[in-house]
């Protein structure tokens, strides 16, 4: 099940309806609606953040194989943006030396199971994999 | 859909899901705040790591010049690990839900 999405935070309602519509017709334990829903935001959001010059739509692709739940987000005519080399931050740190931000990747990277990300032909893909044992 | 407002006790009550197109709302909210405030999560359904943000940036604010900041209670599950993922439950007090 795939569809694409506007460049805009104001999409996300339609995204998490579509999430909720793929959860739905899965019949897929509501349980891991969280991790998906707050994966698929991060991913967004980020290529609305990094992939400025960007104008065409963002496509997001939801697959489920035996017990593994696929979601793939794929933004067209960009530069590479590979979330899996990002650094990771320090969550024990005192509230002081805290910022806001930075913390959206490392989240999902605890939310899910696996993350793979493919650069072809100025087409930035990231999937993220959550086994639904 | 999100709400937040004052509750009957002045607890602050954010209801909903506080996903990135509403964080600048309650950002904005909590820029009015001055004072230590108990928020209730009861009816918050989702949060984003925007909205962990603005949290974050309300409680260094409020320590700073309050001395204590927001106190967090009835958290569901998700939240409750979010929370935990981020090192958030030693920056913010948390209170459990009743039920645990």
Do not use: C, W
């Not at chain 1, 010059?53 to 987000?73: P, T």
């Not at chain 1, 990002?86 to 913390?103: A, F, K, Q, T, Y």
């Amino acid at each position: 099940m795939e569809r694409t999405f506007k460049r805009s935070v104001n999409a996300l309602e339609k995204v998490f309806a579509f999430i909720g519509e793929f959860f739905d017709d899965e019949q897929i334990d509501g349980n891991h609606l969280y991790a998906i829903s707050f994966s698929v935001e991060e991913l967004f959001t980020n290529m609305l953040k990094y992939n400025v010059g960007a104008s065409r739509d963002i496509l997001i692709a939801l697959r489920k194989l035996d017990n593994r739940l696929e979601v793939r987000l794929t933004d067209f005519d960009v530069d590479p943006f590979d979330i899996t080399k990002i650094e990771e931050i320090d969550v024990s740190r005192p509230l002081d030396e805290r910022e806001p931000g930075g913390l959206g990747i490392h989240l999902v990277k605890k939310l899910v199971d696996r993350i793979e990300y493919e650069y072809v032909d100025r087409r930035s893909t990231t999937t993220v994999i959550k086994m639904l044992g | 859909m999100l709400d937040i407002r004052l509750g009957d006790n002045g607890e602050i009550v954010i209801t909903g899901r506080l996903d990135a197109s509403q964080a600048e709302r309650v950002e904005s909210f909590l820029e009015a705040i001055e004072e230590p405030k108990i928020v209730d999560f009861s009816d918050l359904e989702y949060i984003s790591s925007l909205g962990l943000g603005v949290l974050l940036k309300a409680q260094k604010r409020l320590t700073g010049s309050a001395g204590a900041g927001l106190t967090l209670v009835n958290l569901n599950k998700h939240i409750l690990d979010v929370f935990r993922y981020s090192g958030f439950d030693r920056i913010f007090e948390i209170r459990p839900t009743d039920a645990e």
